[in-house]
C-alpha cells in the first residue's frame, strides 16, 4: 500500500494529464537543431503561413542575448504578447530536455494571454546534434540541420536526426556551393528515421515553407481527431 | 543603563499637533524645538556597551511628527567583554512620523543594535533614515547590525536585518563597507534604480533606498543621487 | 525520510533552479566572483542572508503543515507575505516565486497530497520548499537544510559554467561550506511559529498602550521573528542583472 498521503486525491500517480497527445490546448511544437540551420527562420516562416488560419505564439530559447525573439519581432510576424524569450542558464539542452520548468512557464504564460491559442512554436537554442526536446514540453518535435554541414549529418545520426518526428534538411539551394549530395542525405535519413518524414527545403527559395506548413496542419488535424 | 523615551504626537484644534507626551528617562533628553518637532539629546557619553534604550512614538490620525538628534551618536565599547548597545525604535502612525537622526559612529570594538518596527495604518506616512560610520578616522571598524520592520495594517512591508563590520557574516572583502545609509519612506511610489554601490527598491506606496561605502559623506550623496523624500513641512502654529 | 530530502535539495529535481544563478552572474561581470576563493566568499555571504531568510521560511512553513487546512491556509499567506517583506528587489522576488511554482509543478506530482492546495498562488520558493516537506513527509528541520543548501548549490553551479571552472573544485568549495550550511539551516529552529504574533495597530494609536513593549531577545529582535538578514549588495546585482538583455540566466 502507498502511504496515505499518495492517496489523498489521487488514483494513479503516473496518471499524467499533460502526457503526449493527451494535452488540450494549443499544439505544441519544438524546433531543434544546430545553431544557424535555419529554426528561427522557419519559425518566422511557419508565422507568416500559418498566422492568418491559426492563432498561434512562439518560446525562443536564446542562449545569451534575445536575438531570436527580437529578429521575430523586428520582421513583425508576430506581436510582441505572442513572443516570449526564456533564459536557458547557460544550458540550452536541459532547457528543453532534463528541466523544462522555464519554457512549461512561458508555455502556460502565452496560454493564460491567448485563450484561443492552436499553436505554440518551442524554437531551442542552438544545441548540437544531441540536443531533444522533452515531450513533457512539446506534441511533436522538427528537427532542423543544413547542407552547409555536408552531407554526412544524417549518417551520424543522434537522437535529434534520427528521432525527431520531422527533420527538415535545410539550405538545399547551397548544396551545389557545399558539394553536398542531397539524394545521400535523403537516403541516410531515411535509413535512420525508420519511416519517419524528411523534408528537404530552402527557406531561401521558398520563404513560405510550405511543406512544413502542411506538415504542422496534419499534426494539428490528428490531434485533434484523437481527442474527438 | 536603561533608556527610554516616549513621545504621543495628536491633531489639535486648527489642524495643529499637539504633543500630550514628550517624556525621557535615562541617557536621553528630549526637548520640542518646533510646532511638530522633537529633538533628542544625549546627556552622557555613549551609548556603551550595554546600554538598552527604547523610543516610543505614536503618531495619531492627523497628527505629524518630525524626530531630530542633534548630534551625532558616537557608540563606545563598554570595558572587557563588552556586549551590544540597543537601540530599539518602536513607532506607532497614523499620521505622519519623519525620523532623521544625526549619524551612528560605532568605535573600533563596540557592537551596536538599532531595531526600527513602524506600524502603519493605511494612510499613514513614514520617513526613517539610518547613517552609519564604522570607525572614526583612522580607527579600526566597530560592529553594527540594523534591523527595519515596517507593517502597513497589520501587513508586513519591509522586513531586513544588515550586519556591518569584523564578525558580521556578510561583511566580507572585497565588499566590507564602512559606511551605511538607507531611508525608507511609505507613503508616495517611487520606482527602483541602481547606481554606484546605490540601489532603491520599490515597496507597495514607498520604497527603500540603500548606499554603502568607505566613507558616510560621499556614501551620502550616492544615496541623494537615487532620489529623496520632500520635507515634512512643519505645521504653522 | 532522507531520500525525500536528498530528492528534495538534489538539484537534478526539475524545478526551474538551473536557470538562476543566484546573483553569481552579475557578480562575475562585476568582477567580484572569479575564482575559487572569491567564489566561496560570494556564497558565504548569499548563503547567510539569503539563504537563511530562506531556511527560515522554509522552516516555519513546513512546521504550518500539520494545522487544520483553514489555519495553514492563512499561516502560508502569511509566511508568504513575510518572505516579500524580506525580499523588496522586484527581480528577486520574481526569481523566487518562479522557482515556487516550478516546484509546485512537480512537487504536486511526485508527492501528491491535499496540502498543495492551501498553497497561496504562485508561492515564494522557500514557502514552497516547505511545502514541498510536508507533503513528502519531512520536517521544518529537512525544510531548512534543502533551503540552505539549495541557497549555495544553485549559483555554485551556474558559477561553474559561467567561468568553466574545475567542477571538483566547485564541489570542495560546496563541501568547504557544508558546515556553515547547517549552522544556518539549526539556526531556523530557534524561531518559534516564525511569525510575530504581535497584533495591528489598532485604530486609535494614540491611546498609551498603543505600543506594545513586545519581549525581545538579547539582539533586541522579536524571537517571533523569522531570519530578515539581507545583503544590500546581492539586491542590486539581481536589478542590474534584470535590466540586461544579454544573460544567460533568469536572475
Ligand atoms: N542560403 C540559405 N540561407 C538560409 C536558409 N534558411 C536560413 N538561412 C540563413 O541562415 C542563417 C541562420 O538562420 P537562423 O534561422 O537564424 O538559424 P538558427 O540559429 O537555427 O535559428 C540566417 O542568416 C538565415 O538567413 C536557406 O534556406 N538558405
Ligand atoms: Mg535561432
Redesign the interface.
Known amino acids: 500500500m502507498p ?1 496515505d ?2 492517496l ?3 488514483v494513479d ?1 503516473y496518471d ?1 494529464p499533460a502526457a503526449r497527445g493527451r494535452r488540450h490546448g494549443p499544439l505544441r511544437v519544438g524546433l531543434g537543431g544546430p545553431v544557424g540551420s535555419g529554426k528561427t527562420a522557419l519559425a518566422a516562416a511557419l508565422c507568416r503561413t500559418l498566422g492568418a488560419e491559426l492563432d498561434l505564439a512562439v518560446v525562443t530559447n536564446d ?4 536575438e531570436d525573439a527580437d529578429f521575430l519581432r523586428r520582421h513583425a510576424v508576430l506581436p510582441d504578447d505572442r513572443i516570449e524569450a ?6 540550452p539542452h ?2 528543453i530536455r ?5 519554457n ?2 512561458a508555455v502556460e504564460l502565452l496560454e493564460a494571454r491567448h485563450p484561443g491559442l492552436e499553436l505554440v512554436l518551442v524554437e531551442s537554442g542552438g544545441d548540437n546534434l544531441t540536443a531533444s526536446f522533452s515531450y513533457g514540453l512539446v506534441d511533436v518535435q522538427v528537427f532542423v540541420v543544413d547542407v552547409a554541414g555536408g552531407d554526412k549529418v544524417p549518417r551520424k545520426g543522434g537522437p535529434g536526426v534520427t528521432a525527431s518526428d520531422l527533420l527538415v534538411v535545410n539550405k538545399t539551394d547551397l548544396a551545389p556551393l557545399v558539394g553536398a549530395d542531397l539524394d545521400v542525405m535523403r537516403r541516410d535519413a531515411a535509413a535512420v528515421r525508420g519511416g519517419k518524414p524528411t523534408l528537404l527545403i530552402s527557406l531561401r527559395e521558398d520563404p513560405a515553407a510550405t511543406e512544413v506548413a502542411a506538415w504542422v496542419r496534419q499534426q494539428l488535424r490528428s490531434r485533434a481527431a484523437q481527442h474527438a | 543603563m536603561r533608556t527610554l523615551v516616549e513621545v504621543v504626537a495628536r491633531p489639535g484644534p486648527g489642524g495643529r499637533t499637539v504633543l500630550p507626551v514628550v517624556r525621557a528617562s535615562g541617557q536621553l533628553a528630549v526637548r520640542r524645538t518646533g510646532p511638530t518637532t522633537v529633538h533628542l539629546v544625549a546627556t552622557a557619553f555613549g551609548p556603551l556597551g550595554g546600554d538598552d534604550a527604547e523610543v516610543r512614538l505614536v503618531v495619531e490620525a492627523g497628527a505629524r511628527l518630525i524626530v531630530r538628534t542633534v548630534a551625532a551618536a558616537v557608540v563606545l565599547p563598554a570595558r572587557g567583554e563588552s556586549p551590544p548597545s540597543l537601540q530599539r525604535i518602536r513607532a506607532e502612525v497614523a499620521g505622519v512620523l519623519d525620523v532623521r537622526p544625526e549619524p551612528t559612529v560605532v568605535t573600533a570594538g563596540a557592537h551596536h543594535r538599532a531595531v526600527l518596527h513602524a506600524q502603519l495604518t493605511e494612510d499613514a506616512e513614514l520617513t526613517a533614515t539610518e547613517q552609519v560610520q564604522l570607525g572614526r578616522s583612522g580607527e579600526q571598524p566597530g560592529r553594527w547590525t540594523g534591523t527595519t520592520r515596517i507593517e502597513r495594517a497589520g501587513v508586513p512591508l519591509l522586513h531586513t536585518t544588515v550586519g556591518l563590520g569584523p564578525g558580521a557574516a556578510a561583511w566580507l572583502p572585497p565588499v566590507a563597507p564602512q559606511a551605511y545609509a538607507s531611508t525608507v519612506h511609505l507613503g508616495s511610489t517611487a520606482g527602483r534604480a541602481t547606481g554606484d554601490d546605490a540601489v532603491r527598491l520599490p515597496l507597495d506606496r514607498g520604497w527603500v533606498a540603500t548606499a554603502w561605502g568607505e566613507r558616510l559623506t560621499p556614501t551620502l550623496a550616492r544615496l541623494a543621487l537615487l532620489g529623496q523624500p520632500a520635507p515634512v513641512e512643519e505645521a504653522l502654529s | 525520510m532522507t531520500a525525500a530530502l536528498l530528492a528534495l535539495a538534489d538539484s ?1 529535481l ?8 543566484g546573483g553569481v552572474e552579475q557578480a562575475i561581470v562585476a568582477g567580484l566572483v572569479h575564482d575559487p576563493r572569491s567564489l566561496e566568499v560570494f556564497l558565504r555571504r548569499r548563503l547567510v542572508t539569503s539563504g537563511a531568510v530562506a531556511a527560515g521560511a522554509a522552516a516555519a512553513a513546513a512546521r504550518e503543515g500539520g494545522g487544520a487546512p483553514a489555519d495553514r491556509r492563512a499561516g502560508w499567506a502569511r509566511i508568504d507575505a513575510e518572505t516579500d517583506a524580506r525580499t523588496p528587489s522586484p527581480a528577486l522576488r520574481r526569481a523566487s516565486r ?1 522557482q515556487g ?2 516546484l509546485v ?2 512537487g504536486r ?1 511526485a ?4 496540502v498543495w492546495d492551501d498553497l497561496p498562488d504562485r508561492p515564494h520558493h522557500p514557502l514552497a520548499l516547505g511545502v514541498a516537506a510536508v ?1 513528502a ?1 519531512l520536517g521544518p528541520d529537512d525544510a531548512a537544510r534543502a533551503a540552505a543548501y539549495l541557497a549555495v548549490t544553485g549559483p555554485a553551479t ?1 558559477a561553474q ?2 567561468l568553466a571552472m574545475d567542477p571538483i573544485t566547485v564541489a570542495t568549495v560546496t563541501a568547504r561550506l557544508g558546515d556553515e550550511v547547517d549552522r544556518v539551516a539549526a539556526a531556523t529552529s530557534t524561531t518559534s511559529t516564525g511569525i510575530s504574533s504581535r497584533t495591528p495597530p489598532g485604530t486609535s494609536p494614540g491611546t498609551s498602550t498603543g505600543v506594545s513593549t513586545g519581549t525581545t531577545d538579547g539582539d533586541g529582535r522579536d524571537p517571533d521573528w523569522l531570519p530578515a538578514d539581507t545583503d544590500p549588495l546581492l539586491d542590486l546585482l539581481a536589478e542590474v542583472h534584470a535590466d540586461r ?6 536572475s
Open positions: 502511504p498521503h499518495l489523498d486525491d489521487y500517480p499524467d542562449i545569451y542575448t534575445t526564456v533564459q536557458t542558464g547557460c544550458c536541459t532547457a532534463d528541466d523544462i520548468t522555464a512549461l512557464d | 537534478r526539475p524545478a526551474g533552479g538551473h536557470t538562476h544563478s518562479q511554482r516550478g509543478r512537480v506530482r508527492w501528491p497530497a491535499a507533503a513527509g551556474a559554467r559561467l538583455g544579454d544573460r544567460y540566466f533568469a
